[in-house]
């Protein structure tokens, strides 16, 4: 038997009374980005508020019916979680805030997390990214609109005149993930092992791909994968995922589209 160790980034959730005006800032978010809290996994942090344990079944439960699902909550005692609730979770450490994206529908401007711990005034629940200890130095951003200086690590994005789809003109390192649910995400360059590419819409990589990408967030069972090299660790349209085992090994490292059709994932080589 041999253990392998893995880094995962990490959506942390710091919930705040009144938890009522918490959830609706939550179902916000959903109704302006449904594909937002998709295929992440997300961590409760209740440190330093002692919460009950009857309040902390009510937020589980409002989470769930808002099919986000919790793996860990962070800063509470495993001997006091009822059974059925997520185990205690602890042990990694947090790193950049994730900003949450925008629609092309609304004036407003971004909401960003405010803080390392707390809610505060901001007008949005706080959410960062954690990862394990063991992760150098992951970062994890939205692609609606271009990075800031202080984020030079990560790629720039690159957003078309009808904001529906942004362009990525750098090579998406591993640990770095790209999230862009309304639309077509086009990375000018390879993704590397370790990296994640999540669009409402199509995925299309002029380079490799060799990280995960998860395509048709949103619900779109039309839009496809296009790539120049596939060595995926895991693809996805609508929900449906393959892993890099089940590949067709003729296509392994050769130029591929991926579609979704009769509810399973076709991959064929492009010429």
């Not at 401007?109 to 629940?125: C, F, L, M, R, S």
């Not at 706080?126 to 150098?136: I, L």
């Not at 995960?212 to 120049?228: E, H, N, Q, T």
Request: net charge negative.
């Amino acid at each position: 038997m041999k253990f392998k160790g893995k880094s995962f980034i990490a959506i942390v959730l710091s919930p705040e009374p009144p938890y009522q005006d918490w959830f609706k800032e939550i179902d916000r978010i959903i109704a302006r980005t449904p594909g937002f809290f998709i295929d992440r996994p997300i961590v409760l942090d209740v440190r330093g508020t002692k919460i009950p344990i009857e309040d902390l079944e009510t937020l589980l439960d409002g989470l769930s019916e808002r099919s986000v699902r919790v793996f860990g909550i962070d800063g509470i005692s495993g001997t006091r979680l009822k059974p059925g609730m997520p185990p205690s979770f602890g042990g990694g450490r947090l790193t950049a805030d994730v900003e949450i994206p925008e629609t092309a529908a609304e004036n407003e401007p971004v909401t960003e997390a405010a803080g390392q711990k707390t809610i505060g005034k901001t007008d949005a629940p706080k959410m960062t990214a954690k990862t394990d200890a063991s992760d150098p130095d992951p970062a994890i951003k939205t692609a609606e609109k271009p990075v800031s200086k202080k984020a030079d690590r990560q790629p720039r994005a690159v957003p078309q005149a009808n904001g529906s789809s942004i362009v990525i003109t750098e090579h998406v390192r591993s640990g770095q993930s790209i999230l862009h649910p309304d639309g077509d995400v086009t990375i000018v360059g390879s993704v590397s092992s370790g990296a994640e590419i999540i669009a409402g819409g199509s995925i299309h990589v002029y380079g490799a791909l060799r990280g995960r990408a998860l395509a048709g967030v949103s619900g779109r069972d039309g839009a496809r994968i296009f790539c120049s090299k596939l060595d995926a660790e895991l693809v996805s349209i609508n929900g449906l995922y393959k892993v890099a085992d089940d590949f067709d090994a003729a296509l392994c490292n050769a130029p591929a589209q991926i579609r979704f059709e009769n509810e399973s994932l076709v991959f064929e080589q492009l010429n």
